[in-house]
């Protein structure tokens, strides 16, 4: 007697599975664009709702959420979904311009680092290894308090700390490439650096940086609103994220648990969605090292 | 022969220990030199209206902000050579006697946070990653993948409405009960009050050693050893207690001692939210009021506790891998 | 004992942009063992050698789809049961030193393996202790971790994997890679021992030389197909019948040292007829077409 083994049968699962896998791409960048939407929908939404719902309004005091106020209201009566978003917005532009400072660091140390090699290599890998020695918190204040607090000091202060990683994956791109056969190649025939670097080095670290600069926001917009909460940040004057769950502290004991949950899970929701467009991105350019 | 390599190894270290610190030294102090921030100001505060220019100028002067950079930061360097980092401006104490005593408080919740947070990591870490694909495997990463984007202080703060505020079974706030003398506290409320902070401490570093045991663990489930053992016969849970689990622990332990760095970084939030007074509260004081003796003591501090934390790493590898010989490569 | 016929498998793979795609890497393998044999599988590398013992062993990667028939000992060999014989009655006989748990002592490892096979375990270790002794292993061999062990210590560690199971198949996959010469020696000595003592033995080797010193019978593969199955002794009568194992005779230093022109198609471009017909001197537009069937032929001499 003989038998067929695992002869290959169209199940219903089996076609549900094929219709999957063959959907994967479309999958992926439908998430890059559902991403990118709800971002961008927070950044520009303080344009759209203006400054209504933000006025005090005493008889409309610590509400919990509802319909009318999906957020609730806090001890002025001013809605905390708008505040949340106008906190956020002003959060996520801090967060990417800070990120954006670091990445162009990142990468042009990076470059150099990778390109020069020698001393120029010693010191950028030195400094990297300072920066590691010290816990990212605590060279963060560190920075923000030297350069005297406030939004700029947030911002520098997170723009000189998030670039190693960056400039570490920037640095082996260009050391690998560097080393690889078709830039020996070109080098023989001839070409002037700079023809190798738009040629050769660009194609293979555009990608890398894109993907590295996504998956930095989450990181510096964390930070960004770490830094406030603890005061050192953005003044209280300016109602960033992190100011707003400082202040929802001062209310806790007396049970209105919304000033402080829902706030963060908008500032969860907002990191989250960085979190996969990165990995969405980097799993079309790269489908073997995505976490699938 | 095994000493002489250990006297070797603790030179190589403190070596390195030195020159980390040298660095450390050089980049604090040119941060805090191109500051705007006025040290005399900063630390008078809002009485300067009431003091003179002349005062100001004999404290500066006392000091010794009068002297050119390169001088005052020998003049410096000698003082953190002789162990003098100063006096806080805040505690109005020695700066070392600040970080001991704040850093006997935090000790305790970083213990006891780095255990619950590597055991519990490497448990979720092993089950996910033997499963890997399972929906237990995607449950436990959907919750590790959260927790890692979730901010620090959010979560404390949750915690804390749900344990402190909702169920009342937690207390609300700092490291004793109102109105009770230190040396009185006993032995359960000091637990009582550092039990919250320290699973919220651990609940950070759970997600990022969870993600990374589990990538570990499959990596060795490809591994030809693996297959070997496969086509022996042995079950999947048998492979991952005889083979995975020796052969994660090296990586997990690195990553374990490399997350002092972040534990102490998450202690500076969480004991904000607590009001816990600890070391990292007293980073947000120094901070927050200009005390910069001891915001530079408690980098200086931090440095070494991360330090400390990687060669305890490397002491241990030689014991785990005996591929690995101690100084060698 | 074992025969394997029109054996196939398929790997589901994505590739950049994420697109699905299938590669055929077994095309129609075929192979029979008896007990008491030495059958070698030589074959360039990419031609289904490794896969064949993977796919015997039920270690294949998830990705894998397996089509065709197997058997052993006069039952269907299916993936369920090679899960219950594996480490049982079909023992592997690994490459390298570094399919061994490299934190794990050897004793230790070899140990695990007479468990697995059914012993209890003070009998597994002196089925250890007995299998050392009959390679002339010393016993402070058994706290040795792998990184320790010289390489013809290895081989011998890793024959005594096979032997402490009394499997009756033992399929030793590629044994000799980059070997002195007297180790690659003693290690085929020791699979025909295996042979002499009533197993089954599959050889998989590239290496058509070492193949010939002990096999009965020589099996080549070629894209994942079996092109011939010849015994050894037709080799040096020129009783070859297919043009790629008499080129492949052509190519060994002793003969006349002619490379085999042209490469074996990759799985990502199988050929629509024989798999070898852009190599072959015979080609004709029916093996462009068809694939040709494995024939029987009466034995020669």
């Known amino acids: 007697m003989t038998i067929t083994v695992n002869s290959p049968q169209k199940s219903p699962q089996k076609l549900w599975r094929i219709w999957r896998q063959n959907n994967r791409r479309q999958q992926t960048l439908g998430a890059i664009v559902l991403g990118t939407l709800f971002l961008l929908g927070i950044i520009v939404s303080p344009w759209f709702l203006g400054e209504s719902g933000l006025s005090t309004v005493l008889t409309q005091r610590n509400q919990p959420p509802s319909l009318a106020h999906l957020f609730g209201t806090d001890w002025l009566g001013r809605d905390m979904l708008r505040r949340s978003l106008h906190g956020l917005s002003l959060s996520l532009r801090v967060g990417l311009l800070a990120a954006s400072v670091s990445a162009l660091i990142g990468t042009g140390l990076g470059l150099a680092a990778g390109t020069f090699g020698g001393w120029v290599d010693a010191v950028i890998i030195w400094i990297v290894d300072v920066f590691f020695s010290l816990p990212h918190l605590v060279l963060l204040i560190l920075i923000a308090f030297a350069v005297g607090g406030g939004t700029k000091g947030v911002i520098i202060a997170v723009a000189l700390t998030h670039w190693t990683s960056l400039a570490r994956v920037i640095r082996a791109e260009v050391l690998q490439t560097n080393s690889s056969d078709y830039v020996h190649l070109s080098r023989h025939l001839g070409k002037s650096s700079l023809w190798i670097a738009r040629h050769h080095m660009v194609p293979h670290i555009v990608p890398q940086l894109l993907v590295g600069l996504i998956l930095l926001f989450p990181h510096a917009i964390l930070h960004e609103a770490a830094l406030s909460f603890i005061g050192i940040g953005l003044s209280p004057h300016l109602p960033a994220i992190g100011i707003i769950l400082a202040e929802s502290m001062r209310h806790l004991s007396t049970g209105y648990w919304w000033l402080g949950v829902m706030p963060g899970i908008l500032l969860l929701l907002a990191v989250k969605a960085f979190d996969w467009l990165g990995e969405n991105l980097r799993s079309l350019f790269d489908p073997k090292t995505s976490q699938g | 022969m095994q000493i002489r390599l250990l006297l070797v190894f603790a030179a190589q270290k403190l070596l390195r220990l030195g020159r980390l610190l040298m660095a450390v030294a050089v980049f604090t102090f040119v941060l805090l030199s191109f500051s705007p921030i006025d040290p005399v100001k900063a630390y008078i505060g809002a009485d300067m209206m009431q003091i003179s220019a002349d005062q100001q100028a004999l404290i500066a002067e006392r000091w010794g902000l009068d002297q050119p950079m390169w001088s005052r930061f020998l003049d410096w360097l000698g003082q953190l050579l002789q162990g003098n980092l100063g006096t806080s401006l805040v505690f109005n104490q020695p700066v070392s006697e600040v970080i001991a005593s704040r850093f006997q408080a935090s000790l305790q919740m970083l213990a006891i946070a780095w255990l619950l947070s590597g055991l519990l990591g490497l448990a979720l870490g092993l089950i996910a990653g033997a499963l890997e694909g399972h929906w237990i495997d995607r449950l436990i990463r959907l919750y590790a993948y959260t927790l890692a984007s979730s901010p620090t202080f959010w979560v404390a703060l949750l915690l804390l409405i749900v344990f402190a505020v909702s169920f009342k079974i937690a207390p609300i706030c700092c490291a004793a009960p109102p109105g009770v003398l230190s040396q009185n506290v006993t032995f359960w409320q000091h637990l009582h009050h550092l039990l919250l902070p320290a699973v919220a401490l651990s609940i950070i570093g759970i997600a990022n050693i969870a993600l990374h045991t589990r990538q570990k663990l499959i990596d060795v489930l490809h591994s030809d050893y693996v297959l070997f053992a496969r086509a022996q016969g042995e079950s999947l849970w048998n492979i991952v207690r005889y083979h995975g689990f020796r052969n994660i622990l090296l990586p997990a332990i690195t990553l374990q001692f490399a997350s002092l760095s972040e534990l102490f970084g998450g202690s500076v939030l969480v004991e904000q939210v607590f009001a816990y007074p600890g070391l990292g509260e007293a980073t947000v004081q120094a901070a927050l009021r200009s005390d910069i003796p001891l915001l530079v003591g408690i980098v200086f501090f931090s440095a070494l506790f991360v330090y400390t934390g990687n060669t305890l790493a490397d002491l241990s590898y030689p014991i785990i891998d005996p591929r690995i010989r101690l100084g060698g490569q | 004992m074992l025969s394997i016929s029109n054996l196939g498998v398929i790997f589901t793979q994505y590739d950049q942009g994420l697109r699905r795609k299938q590669l055929t890497v077994i095309t129609a393998l075929d192979l029979d063992v008896q007990a008491g044999e030495v059958v070698a599988v030589v074959g360039a590398s990419g031609s289904g050698k490794s896969l064949l013992a993977h796919a015997l062993l039920g270690i294949l990667p998830e990705n894998a789809a397996m089509s065709g028939t197997l058997q052993f000992q006069g039952e269907p060999l299916t993936p369920e049961r090679s899960r219950s014989l594996r480490g049982k009655a079909i023992a592997l006989i690994p490459q390298s030193v570094g399919y061994l748990d490299p934190l794990m002592r050897v004793g230790k490892q070899v140990q695990r393996v007479a468990q697995l096979a059914g012993q209890s375990k003070a009998n597994a270790s002196t089925s250890v202790d007995r299998t050392f002794a009959r390679y002339d292993l010393p016993m402070a061999t058994r706290d040795r971790y792998p990184f320790e062990l010289s390489g013809g210590m290895a081989r011998r560690i890793l024959v005594s994997t096979a032997v402490v199971t009394q499997a009756q198949l033992v399929i030793a996959d590629e ?123 009466p034995r020669i001499g």
């Open chain 3, 175 to 297: 044994p000799t890679p980059g070997l002195h010469p007297d180790v690659v020696r003693e290690t085929l000595s020791h699979l025909r021992e295996l042979a002499r003592e009533g197993r089954g033995v599959i050889l998989i080797t590239h290496d058509i030389e070492a193949a010939l010193q002990i096999a009965d019978r020589v099996a080549v593969f070629y894209a994942g197909t079996t092109v011939e199955i010849a015994a050894s002794k037709d080799f040096s009568l020129g009783n070859l019948r297919h043009p790629y194992t008499q080129a492949l005779w052509r190519s060994l230093p002793q003969n006349e040292f002619v490379p085999v022109p042209g490469n074996q198609p990759s799985p990502e471009h199988l050929p629509e007829g024989c798999l070898f017909s852009d190599r072959c001197p015979w080609v004709s537009d029916i093996c462009r077409a068809e694939r040709p069937p494995l024939r029987q032929l």
